[in-house]
């Protein structure tokens, strides 16, 4: 069985920043491809940045660009996403997602390609 816990989710103001971790427990970590979802009430999920299974390849959405990072630490298989410069629109519940790889350098980007979800965290940005 495949769990993965999120955490570092908080309030912060305006142009703060803040570390989401989640944690993959089950299965063969190095085997997956991962990412960072986000959603909002009345909205669909959607994709805020994607990892391969290698870690060599990376992709944030646009609005995101230039202020998230996602990483990887096989060692402890944990994903991460850095956001900086937080603006009130990024409040959201963040989730992680994993999946078996078929190519170590491709990146995923729609959710119905994950196999596995965590609880999700809430990150509240305030103007």
């Known amino acids: 069985q495949v769990q993965l816990v999120e955490s570092g989710g908080d309030v912060v103001q305006d142009g703060g920043s803040l570390k989401l971790s989640c944690v993959v427990r089950?299965?063969?970590?190095?085997?997956?491809?991962l990412a960072w979802f986000r959603q909002v009430p009345g909205k669909e999920r959607e994709v805020v940045a994607t990892?391969?299974?290698?870690?060599?390849?990376?992709d944030v959405t646009s609005s995101v660009k230039g202020r998230f990072t996602i990483s990887r630490t096989n060692a402890v298989n944990t994903v991460y996403l850095q956001m900086i410069e937080l603006k009130p629109e990024d409040t959201a519940i963040y989730f992680c997602?994993?999946?078996?790889?078929?190519?170590?350098?491709?990146?995923?980007?729609?959710?119905?390609?994950?196999?596995?979800w965590g609880q999700g965290t809430q990150v509240t940005v305030s103007s």
């Open positions: 997602a994993a999946r078996v790889f078929t190519n170590s350098l491709r990146l995923y980007y729609y959710s119905n390609e994950y196999d596995f």
């Open positions: 089950g299965g063969t970590f190095s085997k997956y491809a």
């Open positions: 990892i391969s299974g290698s870690g060599t390849n990376s």
